[in-house]
C-alpha cells in the first residue's frame, strides 16, 4: 500500500516569511495528492490538491507542486500570517493493495508574529 | 447538505463497557473512513469501507469492529473499551480515492 512521509514535523517562521512543507510518497501509480489544514480542536479541512498530470497548482498564498519522478509534493505557502498557524497533513491515494486515501502524520506550523 | 456527522461529541467511558460511535454523511459518498487522532500526533486510520457491505482493517484495528449496511452510515464500536483507546476519533467520506475526503467533526472519547 501507499506511504506517505512529511518532513519536518514542525516549522516555525516569523510572519510574513515564507513556509514549504514536503511529502514523500511510495506508489508510483498515484494520481492525487491533497493536503488539509487542521487548526486546534477542529477537524481537517482540504485546502488544496493536485493531480498527477500536472505539476503545480496555486491559490492566492498557497502553492502545491508535485515532482513524479522524485516521487514528491510540497506546499508553499507565502506572506504566512498567524491564521496559518495549523497542523498541515498531505494525503496521496493508493490505487494497489489497500484502495485509500494514505496520510502523512502531519506537520506543526507556527507563524510567530 | 448536512455533510458528514458524528455523534457524540465527548464520551466518558469506564475500562471495559462499550459503545458505538456513529458516522453518516448525506453526499452518497462510495468511501467512508475511521481514524483516530492522539494528543499531538497525526491520523491513525482504523477501518474504512469502499462500499456498502465492503469494509476492511486500516493501520490500528484491534479493539474497534465497523459495519456498513448503508452506504450513509459506518458506525464503529468499541468493545472492552481500553485507556488506550481514549482518542479523538474522526469518521470522513469521499466519492473515489481522487476526490475531496470530508471530515466529521469529531468524537472526543476518554476512557478511564
Known amino acids: 500500500g501507499e506511504n506517505v512521509e512529511q518532513h519536518p514535523s514542525t516549522l516555525s517562521v516569523q510572519e510574513g516569511d515564507s513556509a514549504v512543507i514536503k511529502c514523500t510518497y511510495s506508489d508510483s501509480a498515484s494520481n492525487y495528492f491533497p493536503w488539509y489544514k487542521q487548526e486546534l480542536g477542529k477537524r481537517p479541512q482540504l485546502i488544496i490538491d493536485?493531480?498527477?498530470?500536472?505539476g503545480e497548482k496555486k491559490d492566492q498564498r498557497i502553492a502545491v507542486t508535485l515532482n513524479k519522478t522524485a516521487k514528491h509534493f510540497s506546499l508553499h505557502i507565502t506572506e504566512t500570517q498567524p491564521e496559518d498557524s495549523a497542523v498541515y497533513f498531505c494525503a496521496a491515494n493508493s490505487l494497489y493493495g489497500n484502495n485509500r486515501l494514505a496520510f502523512g502524520k502531519g506537520n506543526q506550523v507556527v507563524v510567530i508574529p | 447538505n448536512a455533510g458528514v456527522t458524528q455523534t457524540p461529541k465527548f464520551r466518558i467511558l469506564k475500562i471495559g463497557q462499550s459503545m458505538t460511535l456513529q458516522c453518516t454523511q448525506d453526499m452518497n459518498h462510495n468511501y467512508m473512513y475511521w481514524y483516530r487522532q492522539d494528543p499531538g500526533m497525526g491520523l491513525k486510520l482504523i477501518y474504512y469501507s469502499v462500499g456498502a457491505g465492503i469494509t476492511d482493517k486500516g493501520e490500528v484495528p484491534n479493539g474497534y469492529n465497523v459495519s456498513r449496511s448503508t452506504t450513509e452510515d459506518f458506525p464503529l464500536r468499541l468493545e472492552l473499551a481500553a485507556p488506550s483507546q481514549t482518542s479523538v476519533y474522526f469518521c470522513?467520506?469521499?466519492?473515489?480515492?481522487?476526490?475531496?475526503?470530508?471530515f466529521g467533526q469529531g468524537t472526543r472519547l476518554t476512557v478511564v
Open positions: 470522513a467520506s469521499s466519492q473515489t480515492t481522487n476526490t475531496e475526503a470530508f
Open positions: 493536485i493531480r498527477s498530470n500536472v
